[in-house]
């Protein structure tokens, strides 16, 4: 039996103790999976709802007195008229439009704030046999032998409890004003006080619940992003599949030519050689070979900052190669970070073999 206990209990991400990439994590999104909070979406909903009902309270009396006094005096007409029928359709559907329409609103908004930007998808709703087929091991497993299912149990119990003893010390106190209603005042009087009553209630209840929503937000991103943790293999054949994706190998390409942009003096430290205009344009490149097919460009500069890489390469014993069509060629036409296309090839050979770079580099 503890056996039993012990596999259930067990973490599913075992092995998993690498952050999600940014990569995985933009996959999960386009299948409209975020770290989001149904608590949040109701409490906001109920909100927004609530602030109407108060504002609107007063009207929303005037109309069922309106809509009573209607029904008692044609008691006796003709039940078969449409204007009796449409009545209450009108009235009905302007009482409950303005809260079905906020509500929407509030729910649009709070899973927008929630999905940090508008996110519309029709993957998971997408017909799957996995999804139809029951599966009772990992719905007992998912909703009572898991973090999750623990954490929504004491929820859901707190919340009814919380609730439960507000309303009662609230009614409580509103005991006598109700019942002095029978003396003077009337009906009227005593639904005004039941509608303060509901409303105080209504109040304390959205302000509780906003509070446990923004708590399960963040308890739902944790365990969101322990869900979408990885494996060090999983690391690695990612890192793979995004050598091939022309988006992300673009994406990497603009980072790299960014640092590379930013560091103009490390680079030119490194580099193999600098190709000058002389004063004009300076262009430094390094070859890693077995790793990249020819040269990359790592800085590049004109004027004052041509003259600059020229120093420091001088101070680093890099050497500088003056070539002036083929700097400014380079300069013009190429970005750092860039490997040298096929064009450019047999010219920048050239400086690579007058700098005798092949000869240091295979003794």
């Known amino acids: 039996m503890s056996q039993i206990d012990l596999q259930w209990f067990a973490a599913e991400d075992e ?10 994590l933009r996959k999960a ?6 770290a989001k909070s149904q608590e949040l979406n109701g409490a906001v909903v109920f909100l927004f709802t609530t602030v109407l009902l108060i504002i609107m309270g007063p009207r929303l009396l ?13 008691i006796n007409n003709d039940v078969n008229d449409p204007e009796f029928y449409l009545f209450f359709i009108q009235n009905f559907l302007i009482c409950i439009l303005p809260f079905a329409g906020l509500g929407l609103l509030a729910g649009v908004i709070a899973n927008v704030v929630q999905n940090r930007g508008f996110l519309f998808t029709t993957k998971t709703i997408q017909p799957k046999f996995s999804k139809i ?5 990992e719905y007992f497993k998912r909703t009572l032998f898991s973090f999750q299912g623990v954490f929504n149990f004491f929820k859901s119990i707190i919340k009814i409890t919380v609730l439960a003893i507000v309303a009662f010390f609230i009614i409580r106190r509103r005991i006598p004003e109700i019942l002095a209603t029978q003396n003077s005042g009337g009906v009227l009087a005593a639904l005004k ?8 209630m209504l109040l304390i209840a959205v302000v509780f619940l906003l509070v446990v929503g923004i708590a399960d937000y963040f308890v739902q991103r944790k365990t969101f ?10 690391v690695k054949q990612e ?44 262009v430094s490149l390094q070859w890693q070979m077995g790793m990249q097919d020819s040269p990359q460009v790592t800085a590049k500069g004109e ?18 190669y003056e070539d002036r069509p083929l700097a400014r060629t380079l300069y013009t036409n190429l970005e750092v970070g860039d490997i040298i296309p096929i064009e450019y090839a047999m010219a920048v050979a050239t400086v690579y073999k007058q700098i005798g770079y092949m000869e240091k580099h295979s003794s």
């Open 29 to 34: 999104r386009e299948e409209g999976r975020v």
């Open 15 to 24: 092995g998993k103790t690498e952050k999600p990439s940014e990569y995985k």
């Open 239 to 282: 890192y793979k599949e995004m050598e091939g994706d022309p988006e992300v190998k673009q994406h990497l390409e603009s980072a790299q030519r960014e640092m590379l942009r930013t560091n103009i003096n490390k680079a030119v430290r490194e580099a193999d050689v600098v190709i000058a205009n002389p004063t004009h344009f300076a």
């Open 225 to 234: 992003m322990d869900s979408m943790k990885m494996t060090k293999q999983e």
């Open 133 to 137: 087929a029951p599966k009772f091991g």
């Open 193 to 200: 006080i039941v509608g303060k009553t509901v409303g105080e």
């Open 303 to 320: 004027d004052l900052t041509a003259l600059n890489m020229r120093k420091i390469a001088e101070e680093n014993h890099v050497p500088v």
């Open 62 to 74: 005037k109309r069922c007195q309106y809509i009573f006094t209607y029904f008692f005096s044609s």
